[in-house]
């Protein structure tokens, strides 16, 4: 190790393996470091950014070996969005280190007995597969190292995504990989039209400016959504904005838009209003007996982003259920209702349950839509809703799907679980670390008989997994 007048540099360090949080992992002396851009296989020298104990953040500064496990990055911006970390290693590969951090963290931090894992099962298209970004407005734009270094004076308004760990900056993104090409053509037209009428940028930390976000979103019945939010409420600005997005893209079937003047970006509390076109959009998908089903989708609801994947996914859940026609089941954080609705037809009853009121209305709304009449929906917490009152209202349930968000389960809830004592429960995750710690909680009842990992999310290093548990 040698040391320049700031940070200490590590010659010719191995990569050896990736992090969950999709950063390489590199070990010299006592020392596990955490090494950005990189592959594992790559021979590196780096310059420690950080270093606690016996862990450290590191960037590369000189390659001696580049991994064979490398591929060229195809979007400029890679490097400085996060939204695509591993651009720079091939799909077989990022399938493998998937495959892995599951595996990694059901037997790690689960510490139970475990099956031979299935396969992991890759995504069909690894470019335009989402079907919803969200863009930010600033007059903070971030500059290239080029730029900085000319010393010249720039534009600095951007409409575009933010810098990890840079909550003011923003990249100004004229080309994504990650949604269809439209979705460019709209997010730059709106960026011109702004520019040309001299319409303001927001400034996060003053709360000022006229422009704040812009979400896209699209089906695959070519059915486009976008959504403007401004932060002041100006109707001759915002109508000539948006009447200019209506003539210019007649592909837009629900143009909307929020004046959203509070000091966070989200929009669940807010009013959304409908400009032009309908205010949801329908995703469709075939469910378990091959009928082709509908979901209504509104401006805040949440619908998995990779739709084609999500259908694979919902199969698979389907699958591990083995449902025979008799069953009761109980799809736990049912969100709009896509699980309950897609297996309902193979179902005795569904009972979905949320958090969020305004998603079991969209629920409701989409068992209607399809004519399904063996769902019933129940907004609340789970942990205080499933109670032996609301197990003798909707019956006993044969079988458990649950799908919480991130953070997993509340303790409380995998009690609730063992208490009930379904025959089988499914439990879909998109984060194995949370989900092997529900897991533990579970295995006193239960073992895990199946394991199946989906990727969701390719050049990323986020992963789904679904595990079914049978009584023991």
């Known amino acids: 190790?040698?040391?320049?007048?700031?940070?200490?540099?590590?010659?010719?360090?191995?990569?050896?393996?990736?992090?969950?949080?999709?950063?390489?992992?590199?070990?010299?002396?006592?020392?596990?470091?955490?090494?950005?851009?990189?592959?594992?296989?790559?021979?590196?020298?780096?310059?420690?950014?950080?270093?606690?104990?016996?862990?450290?953040?590191?960037?590369?500064?000189?390659?001696?070996?580049?991994?064979?496990?490398?591929?060229?990055?195809?979007?400029?911006?890679?490097?400085?969005?996060?939204?695509?970390?591993?651009?720079?290693?091939?799909?077989?590969?990022?399938?493998?280190?998937?495959?892995?951090?599951?595996?990694?963290?059901?037997?790690?931090?689960?510490?139970?007995?475990?099956?031979?894992?299935?396969?992991?099962?890759?995504?069909?298209?690894?470019?335009?597969?989402?079907?919803?970004?969200?863009?930010?407005?600033s007059n903070k734009r971030w500059l290239e190292k080029s730029e900085v270094a000319s010393e010249e004076t720039f534009d600095m308004d951007a409409l575009g995504f933010h810098v990890p760990r840079r909550f003011d900056k923003i990249i100004d993104i004229?080309?994504?990989?990650?949604?269809?090409?439209?979705?460019?053509?709209?997010?730059?037209?709106?960026?011109?039209?702004?520019?040309?009428?001299?319409?303001?940028?927001?400034?996060?930390?003053?709360?000022t400016g006229f422009l704040r976000n812009l979400i896209i979103r699209n089906t695959s019945t070519e059915e486009w959504m976008v959504i403007v939010v401004f932060a002041e409420q100006d109707d001759e600005k915002i109508n000539a904005l948006l009447t200019h997005l209506k003539e210019k893209f007649p592909f837009i079937t629900s143009l909307q838009y929020v004046v959203n003047i509070k000091k966070n970006d989200t929009i669940f509390d807010q009013e959304v209003i409908c400009f032009h076109g309908k205010p949801f959009i329908h995703e469709q998908m075939t469910d378990l007996t091959g009928k082709l089903i509908t979901f209504r989708i509104s401006a805040k609801s949440f619908y998995q982003t990779n739709a084609k994947q999500a259908e694979v996914l919902y199969h698979i859940a389907g699958k591990l259920a083995d449902l025979k026609g008799d069953e009761v089941v109980y799809d736990l954080y049912t969100g709009t209702g896509t699980i309950a609705n897609f297996i309902a037809s193979k179902a005795k009853k569904v009972v979905g349950v949320e958090y969020v009121p305004d998603a079991i209305e969209d629920a409701k709304v989409?068992?209607?839509?399809?004519?399904?009449?063996?769902?019933?929906?129940?907004?609340?917490?789970?942990?205080?809703?499933?109670?032996?009152?609301?197990?003798?209202?909707?019956?006993?349930?044969?079988?458990?799907?649950?799908?919480?968000?991130?953070?997993?389960?509340?303790?409380?809830?995998?009690?609730?679980?063992?208490?009930?004592?379904?025959e089988k429960i499914i439990y879909v995750s998109c984060n194995p670390a949370t989900q092997a710690r529900d897991l533990a909680i579970?295995?006193?009842?239960?073992?895990?008989?199946?394991?199946?990992?989906?990727?969701?999310?390719?050049?990323?290093?986020?992963?789904?997994?679904?595990v079914l548990l049978k009584l023991k």
């Not at 269809?180 to 303001?200: C, G, I, L, P, Q």
């Open 174 to 207: 004229h080309k994504c990989y990650l949604q269809d090409t439209r979705s460019d053509d709209v997010r730059n037209a709106v960026r011109d039209f702004a520019k040309k009428e001299a319409y303001t940028f927001y400034d996060i930390k003053q709360n």
């Open 442 to 466: 579970l295995d006193e009842k239960y073992e895990v008989v199946n394991v199946q990992p989906v990727d969701m999310f390719p050049h990323t290093e986020h992963v789904e997994n679904v």
């Open 366 to 422: 989409n068992s209607e839509i399809n004519n399904i009449s063996n769902t019933v929906f129940y907004a609340g917490d789970m942990k205080d809703l499933l109670n032996d009152e609301f197990v003798k209202i909707n019956g006993k349930p044969n079988v458990i799907i649950t799908d919480p968000p991130r953070a997993g389960m509340h303790e409380d809830v995998c009690k609730q679980l063992l208490k009930l004592e379904a």
């Open 1 to 137: 190790m040698r040391t320049t007048k700031t940070l200490p540099i590590i010659e010719k360090v191995e990569i050896i393996d990736i992090a969950n949080e999709g950063k390489g992992i590199a070990k010299h002396e006592d020392l596990v470091i955490f090494v950005e851009k990189v592959v594992p296989g790559d021979i590196v020298d780096i310059q420690l950014l950080k270093k606690k104990k016996n862990l450290a953040e590191a960037t590369p500064i000189h390659f001696h070996e580049y991994s064979p496990l490398r591929a060229e990055a195809f979007c400029k911006h890679f490097g400085t969005c996060g939204g695509c970390k591993w651009q720079n290693m091939s799909y077989a590969a990022q399938l493998q280190f998937k495959h892995k951090i599951v595996y990694d963290a059901l037997t790690r931090l689960a510490k139970i007995n475990l099956p031979e894992f299935s396969p992991i099962i890759g995504s069909e298209g690894t470019k335009h597969y989402r079907n919803k970004l969200e863009f930010t407005f």
